[in-house]
């Protein structure tokens, strides 16, 4: 079969595909995008700065210069990355527990369990970057099952949570 005859076996089936009835997930992001708006507002870069700065210091043992180079560039890989996986996170997060929860107790996506998953899901995305920034070029011997990768957790549950908390004090104007 040639690579056109392939073609054309795809496009009916991507058409046919497109037909199946489905559910309507427009909203499904808005949590995961609400946090991402105000991950990235001057206060909280700020905070997850200085707060993670400490961390990384005291975790890598690097020297002031070396610490502030490591938190840096782990927080810009994090923030040019969390632009596309946070919101992706949320998605994923909608589209399997999310959905079964909703249609469990009747919620919309603005409920508990999501915003908790969508706080959880955005320290941990902003770990698993960070984690690959310090271990690639500052700590080859970090490892994400270790005691260091969880005070990471910790460290970006601080500046992921001082965000989280945003939306409740000064909630996004639509």
Sequence with gaps: MSMFQGEVVRRPVIFLLCLLPTIAYANVVWPSLYLET????WWAIGI?????????????TLSTK????????????SAIAGIVLIPLAGI????????????????????PIT???????????????EGAVYK???????????????????ANSLSV???????????VQL
């Excluded at 070396?66 to 890989?77: D, E, H, L, Q, R």
């Excluded at 909608?94 to 919620?107: K, M, Q, T």
């Design 115 to 129: 915003w908790g998953a969508t706080f959880f899901l955005g320290c941990l995305v902003n770990g698993l970057l």
């Design 136 to 154: 690639k070029w500052f700590s080859p011997e970090f490892r994400y099952k270790s005691k260091a990768f969880l005070w990471l957790l910790a």
């Design 48 to 60: 997850g700065l200085l707060v993670e700065f400490f961390f990384v210091k005291w975790l890598f």
């Design 66 to 77: 070396k610490a502030s180079i490591a938190t840096m560039s782990a927080n810009a890989v």
């Design 161 to 171: 949570g001082a965000a989280f908390i945003s939306l409740w004090l000064k909630p």
């Design 92 to 111: 994923g997060w909608e589209l399997f527990p999310g959905s079964v929860i909703n249609w469990a107790f009747s919620w919309g996506t603005f409920n």
């Design 38 to 41: 105000r991950l990235f507002s």
